[in-house]
């Protein structure tokens, strides 16, 4: 079975600074990972996704992750964080091709510091 | 707007009542999957149905069923309710294309209270 690990609850960071969101997989097989996020009384928003093309995605709203096969790491960043980036960032593990049957991590709730 | 449309929005019950929460899935969606998001459990995959047939079954208790209609539109049917029940129910979609793997179309989910 499939898992992913969220490394920190909540996080905050300055309007500006950078936004690194931690996520570690675990899987028996190729992975596919994702990375959500869900706004204020909103459902979750696909915000990237790892196929085993490029390790290194681009998302929306200028998000990217990398995937790192050694370290079982998918971990988001933004290099300038937007007071409008404010929500929970969920990680997502999926390894049946066909089958998008997610695996959820606990998610992380990002704040911005004005 | 996800073209995801679950009903009702909020609903407030009591213990030992049955509720039925419904969701139209994107048009042309054959794939329409129930998850759980509660404080103490975070995000709980519940069941999957495929263009009608149950796909894959999660963390879904008996009281609880599912089921997809042939216009695709699927229920889920909470019954003998409990305090512990009380959470976002959220219904997603996706087009099981085999090219998009993972991407599912969130509703705004189900606020289900039970007092």
């Known amino acids: 079975a499939q898992s992913v690990t969220q490394l920190g609850s909540h996080v905050s960071v300055s309007e500006g600074a950078l936004v690194l969101l931690r996520c570690n997989y675990s899987s028996s097989v190729p992975p596919y990972l994702f990375w959500y996020v869900q706004y204020p009384n909103q459902g979750l928003q696909l915000l990237l996704k790892?196929?085993?093309?490029?390790?290194l995605v681009k998302g929306i709203n200028g998000f990217e992750a990398e995937f790192k096969k050694s370290e079982t790491s998918f971990h988001l960043t933004k290099p300038s964080a937007h007071m409008s980036d404010a929500a929970e960032y969920f990680c997502?593990?999926?390894?049946?091709?066909?089958?998008?049957?997610?695996?959820f991590g606990t998610g992380t709730r990002l704040t911005i510091i004005p | 707007d996800s073209g995801v449309t679950q009903t009702p929005k909020h609903l407030i019950t009591a213990t030992g009542q049955r509720v039925t929460l419904r969701c139209s899935p994107r048009s042309g969606d054959l794939s329409v999957y129930w998850y759980q998001q509660s404080l103490d459990q975070g995000l709980q995959f519940l069941i999957q149905?495929?263009?009608?047939?149950?796909?894959a079954k999660g963390n879904i208790l008996e009281r609880f069923s599912a089921q997809q209609f042939p216009d695709l539109h699927s229920e889920l049917n909470l019954s003998s309710l409990e305090l512990g029940d009380s959470a976002l129910y959220f219904c997603?979609?996706?087009?099981?294309?085999?090219?998009?793997?993972?991407?599912?179309?969130f509703g705004e989910g189900s606020r289900l209270t039970v007092l």
């Open positions: 997502a593990v999926s390894t049946n091709f066909g089958n998008e049957k997610l695996t």
């Open positions: 149905y495929y263009n009608g047939e149950e796909r």
């Open positions: 790892y196929t085993s093309a490029a390790t």
């Open positions: 997603a979609s996706s087009a099981t294309s085999g090219r998009f793997p993972g991407e599912l179309f």
